[in-house]
């Protein structure tokens, strides 16, 4: 079962379905209790402002009730129950009073109240049962807001009427008061609950109803309905009794649909942001991630070593499309550079064999011709060894030029290595490959190169064959037959074309000069492997042989270097494993003069500028030799670079300083001490003291100074005896006693 991606459609569902159980969950226990408290808290804060409100709205009746009363009592003088009852008659209406009374700390004085059927009680003991008489009630403040002296105020509710009740001392006798009384009515409710905003009553009772809502007491706070908020508090009276209560009720229904409005906007917050979170995700995969995620699973199912890609931008669009065009592109480029070769622009090694393997398969299946030519640039190692490696690479472009304009769009040209290159020409017979191959020489033979301002003419050997000249069973094998036929071009003195048909039985190189002796001694080193080093060693005599009986002076000279670079290196106090290397390539590093001209090398007179060079290629055929036996990988540094100079002027390659390796500098002062104290044909040898003053001459110039001071420190502590040795036969390592002194 494939595991779920976090960007697949189900994915999100499933995420989707998650974040709505989840705000379902935090709507049930966090928002509606918040917000049901929330809403609570301001129905209080309401009721408590309502409450404060209508306190003060009594308390303002109360004063005014007062001030009646200060207005009464500075008429009234010394009173009875006539002038009282005359001043009431007179002033009771317009203020609104319906009793009023005169009395004392003793008892009532005198009463007044209307004539009228409503008025049960007398007025007189409704004095006794009000409590006037002990002055009991609340101070009043006047208008300005300062406490009036002495002054009462009280609410009273005598057989289920609401009076108000306030007293103010007279001005004859300060214990002598002036108690007048005026109904609660609908009028100073109404008044009451304009100021509240809602509507007020009084309901006679001597308790407060159950509060539905938390509330300080004396506050009781209920919801008769959803949007009305009823607050009740108990009437203010003198002692602990209770006489009745106000109710207020007041339209909340805005503090309700606040509330409510807050937990859905929240709620629908959430929502739209989850919507938006999900769009966005979806999005993304469907604009982004989807596409990069095709693109990646097209990446990995593109299988290694394909040439290029198919389908990479199908179903894309924007920046995966833009990448997977760049990629096409960069696959596009990888799969020409895996099969190009970079310097010539022609098919690499790897690309041509694929192909050549494909086309022979065809061609042996369907019995069609195919054709392969073989190339190679003749003394092509010798211009790059005389003018560089820049101008060999000119070389070989100029000829990939003309290769590419020589071959049809249906043949293949490639460079197979170093100089080297072949033209695979499929649907085409030996006798028409043979006519390209003709163009192409002619086409490099008349084109002049310009080779460090020298003009050169270039020359190439060509080796051509078909499938019907040999038995051939496979693509190696036909390659190996170009081969051939390219080998016997070059014998027969390059600059021409070979088919395979043409090549003899017996002409497998039995007149080979240089290369002939090359390879023999290369066949002969190849094999060889580190672990048989007694093998080795036999070899390496059969070599030195071949030298003593060529040129004698060769073979003691490579023993004598060997000798005086195992000195130099013990004097610089080398590892075994420099030494053993010193060794071997001392016995090693003139080997390929065996490949010298007899002309060249036993020349006792001046060499030519030809000669010269000709001679400076030992080096590169030394290395050829030695190529291939991984156990010389180490010694062939010291052989391929010890006729370089410390100061650059050197040769094959212009080394200069600690570029060069150690031990080729070490051979470098071996060698040039060997030459100069051994006779030629064509000069007398140099005395020990004269040599070690050209090597001195030469040190920061020809030589490593520091090589030649350890020699100098060899040659001053042996002396003469350093040129007076026994040489054995075998001189590899084994011990120090095989190169020893000679007796004078």
């Not at 308390?59 to 009234?76: C, H, I, K, M, N």
């Not at 129950?81 to 700390?105: K, N, Q």
């Not at 009084?202 to 607050?231: H, K």
Request: overall charge negative.
């Amino acid at each position: 079962m494939s595991r779920v991606k976090w960007t697949s459609p189900g994915a999100l569902l499933i995420l989707a379905v998650a974040l709505a159980g989840g705000i379902v969950l935090l709507d049930a226990f966090y928002f509606q209790p918040y917000v049901a408290e929330q809403r609570d808290a301001a129905l209080r804060r309401e009721a408590t402002r309502v409450e404060q409100v209508l306190r003060q709205a009594l308390r303002d009746q109360q004063s005014a009730l007062l001030r009646t009363a200060g207005r009464w009592a500075e008429s009234l003088g010394h009173a009875d129950d006539t002038r009282l009852r005359l001043l009431a008659e007179r002033r009771g209406a317009a203020d609104e009073v319906t009793r009023a009374w005169l009395g004392d700390r003793t008892g009532c004085l005198a009463a007044w109240s209307p004539a009228s059927a409503d008025q049960p009680r007398n007025p007189r003991s409704l004095f006794d049962a009000l409590g006037l008489a002990a002055a009991a009630g609340q101070g009043i403040a006047d208008e300005h807001g300062a406490p009036v002296q002495n002054s009462h105020c009280q609410l009273a509710c005598p057989d289920g009427q609401v009076l108000l009740v306030a007293g103010l001392p007279t001005g004859e006798d300060p214990a002598r008061h002036l108690w007048l009384a005026r109904p609660l009515s609908d009028k100073m409710l109404d008044t009451m609950g304009q100021l509240a905003g809602g509507e007020v009553t009084f309901i006679a009772s001597d308790s407060l109803p159950f509060s539905e809502l938390t509330a300080a007491p004396p506050l009781s706070l209920w919801m008769p309905a959803e949007d009305t908020l009823a607050v009740a508090w108990m009437a203010p009276r003198p002692g602990d009794e209770k006489q009745g209560y106000f109710l207020a009720r007041l339209p909340v229904g805005h503090i309700v649909r606040q509330a409510t409005a807050a937990r859905r906007m929240v709620l629908i917050v959430l929502s739209l942001s989850m919507g938006v979170a999900l769009l966005v995700i979806m999005g993304t995969h469907i604009l982004v991630a989807g596409p990069v995620l095709r693109l990646l699973k097209r990446i990995q199912d593109i299988e290694p070593g394909e040439n290029g890609v198919v389908g990479l931008t199908d179903d894309l669009h924007g920046e995966p499309l833009i990448l997977a065009r760049r990629l096409e592109s960069a696959f596009d480029k990888l799969a020409h550079i895996s099969k190009t070769d970079q310097l010539t622009g022609l098919a690499n090694r790897r690309h041509f064999e694929e192909v050549f393997d494909r086309f022979y398969s065809q061609a042996r299946r369907y019995s069609r011709p195919l054709s392969l030519i073989m190339i190679d640039i003749d003394f092509f190692k010798a211009i790059n060894d005389a003018a560089g490696h820049q101008a060999g690479d000119h070389v070989l472009r100029l000829v990939s030029e003309k290769i590419e304009w020589a071959c049809r769009r249906t043949d293949l040209p490639a460079r197979i290595g170093g100089d080297e290159f072949a033209i695979l020409l499929p649907e085409t017979a030996a006798g028409a490959a043979e006519a390209v191959a003709q163009r192409l020489r002619e086409a490099i033979a008349v084109q002049p190169v310009q080779v460090r301002g020298t003009q050169m003419n270039l020359t190439i050997s060509v080796g051509l064959t078909d499938l019907n000249a040999a038995e051939i069973d496979s693509p190696g094998a036909m390659q190996s037959l170009a081969d051939r036929a390219l080998y016997v071009a070059k014998e027969r003195g390059r600059d021409r074309v070979v088919q395979a048909h043409d090549v003899a039985a017996g002409d497998d190189g039995s007149s080979r000069a240089e290369s002939g002796k090359v390879n023999l001694l290369h066949r002969k080193l190849a094999g060889l492997d580190s672990r048989f080093k007694d093998i080795f060693i036999r070899a390496i005599e059969e070599i030195m042989d071949i030298l003593e009986h060529r040129d004698p002076h060769m073979a003691d000279h490579a023993r004598k270097v060997q000798h005086y670079a195992l000195l130099i290196g013990r004097e610089m106090d080398l590892p075994d494993r420099i030494l053993k290397r010193l060794q071997v390539a001392a016995m090693l590093h003139d080997i390929g003069m065996v490949a010298m001209p007899d002309a060249v090398l036993l020349n006792p007179g001046a060499l030519s500028d030809a000669e010269v060079q000709m001679m400076r290629r030992h080096t590169l055929l030394s290395v050829r030799i030695m190529e291939g036996m991984e156990f010389l990988e180490q010694e062939i540094p010291a052989v391929r670079y010890h006729h370089e100079r410390f100061d650059g002027k050197g040769y094959p390659e212009g080394l200069s300083g600690p570029a060069i390796p150690l031990t080729a500098r070490i051979l470098s002062v071996a060698d040039c001490f060997d030459a100069m104290t051994s006779p030629r044909t064509f000069r007398d040898a140099k005395g020990l003291n004269e040599a070690v003053t050209e090597l001195r001459r030469g040190a920061g110039s020809q030589f490593d100074p520091v090589i030649v001071e350890a020699f100098c420190a060899v040659a001053a502590r042996d002396g003469e005896s350093l040129l007076r040795y026994s040489v054995k036969k075998v001189s590899l390592i084994h011990d120090e006693s095989d190169l020893a002194p000679a007796e004078a």
